[in-house]
Structure formats: structure tokens, C-alpha cells
């Protein structure tokens, strides 16, 4: 008996988003990377809490489709790219991010509702949210930046604004408090 209840359209494409969230989730990595080398530890902590939260989305995508009876494919991931050049170019590059990530999701939500596939179109709204949230944390990011003086922040400007995204929430726990059996 077949009990797959996905279009093997929106299982490869459900896959192949699960695949551009862990993608995200190394980008994040790379930039904290970035950040900690260039002394950033606030913002480098900022980033790899994201990068946890990027795979946790990753991994809502696995758990729908293996619940749906689908089985979804690990592909190859491809390089993050090169490191940013400033803060000012790591906040614009997640921006980016983000926005191309909705972009990914509207079309998956599109391809649901043409298929009439109900369940999938329900389960990709808590994503539509996210983004949104995502998008919007990103432009705080941006306007931080703006607001400490860019590119041209004083030290103490920019070692506040360090100090601030070091500690502040989000949805993923911080990434200092990871252990090797609480990652």
C-alpha cells in the first residue's frame, strides 16, 4: 500500500528547501566565523544562534516530508561564498538572505495551493511567519548598524552594539550554552 501523501513535484521541492535551509544555516556559521575572527564575539554569537535556528528549520522540513511519506534527499551543499567585508556588508548579505529565503517559501506555498495539498500549504504558514519575522530582524540589524555610524562607528559604538546582539533573544538558544549532548 502506498501511504506517501506528497506529488513527488512538492516532495523533490520540499527536499530541495530543506537542502537551502541548511545552506542558510552554514552562510550564518561562515559570517559568525567571520565575525569572531575580526573580534566580534557579540555579533559572532548572534550569528551562530542563527545558524541553529536555520537548521532547525531544515529539520522541519525533513520530519514533514518523512511524515507525509515522503523520503527526503541530502543534497551536496555549496560553499557559503566569501567572508563579508564589513558589518555593514554581513547585515545587507543576511538581509539578502532573507528575503531571497521568502522568496523560495512563497513559491513552495504557490506550488501547495495549486496542488490543492492542504496539509503542506497549512505547514508552510508557520515559515510565511517566520520569514516575516526574519526579514524584519534583519532590517533591525541594518538600522543598528546605521545608528552606531556604519562603517565609520567609533570603537565604543561598535563594541555596544556587540555587547547588545550578543545578548539579544531570539528563537534559538545561545550558542555558548551548546554542549555535546545539548547542541
Given at each position: 500500500m502506498d501511504t506517501k501523501r506528497l506529488s513527488a513535484k512538492l516532495e523533490k521541492a520540499l527536499s530541495a528547501q530543506m537542502n537551502v535551509e541548511d545552506l542558510q544555516s552554514h552562510v550564518?556559521?561562515?559570517?559568525?566565523?567571520?565575525a569572531s575572527d575580526e573580534g566580534y564575539e557579540g555579533i559572532a554569537n548572534f550569528l551562530f544562534r542563527h545558524a541553529q535556528e536555520e537548521r532547525d528549520h531544515a529539520i522541519k522540513f525533513m520530519q514533514y516530508i518523512?511524515?507525509?511519506?515522503?523520503?527526503?534527499?541530502v543534497e551536496a551543499l555549496p560553499?557559503?561564498?566569501k567572508d563579508p567585508k564589513s558589518l555593514t556588508d554581513?547585515?545587507?548579505l543576511v538581509f539578502q538572505h532573507e528575503v531571497d529565503n521568502?522568496?523560495?517559501?512563497y513559491e513552495l506555498v504557490d506550488m501547495a495551493m495549486a496542488e490543492k495539498d492542504w496539509a503542506t500549504w497549512n505547514f508552510l504558514q508557520w515559515f510565511v511567519q517566520e520569514q516575516i519575522e526574519e526579514e524584519t530582524l534583519a532590517m533591525d540589524l541594518i538600522d543598528k548598524l546605521k545608528i552606531a555610524g556604519g562603517d565609520r562607528a567609533t570603537d565604543e559604538s561598535l563594541f555596544n552594539l556587540d555587547k547588545t546582539l550578543?545578548?539579544?533573544?531570539?528563537?534559538?538558544?545561545s550558542a555558548r550554552d551548546a554542549t555535546g549532548t545539548n547542541p
Open positions: 550564518y556559521l561562515s559570517y559568525g566565523i567571520w518523512l511524515n507525509r511519506g515522503g523520503k527526503p534527499k560553499s557559503p561564498g554581513c547585515f545587507n521568502t522568496q523560495k517559501i550578543g545578548v539579544m533573544p531570539d528563537e534559538a538558544e
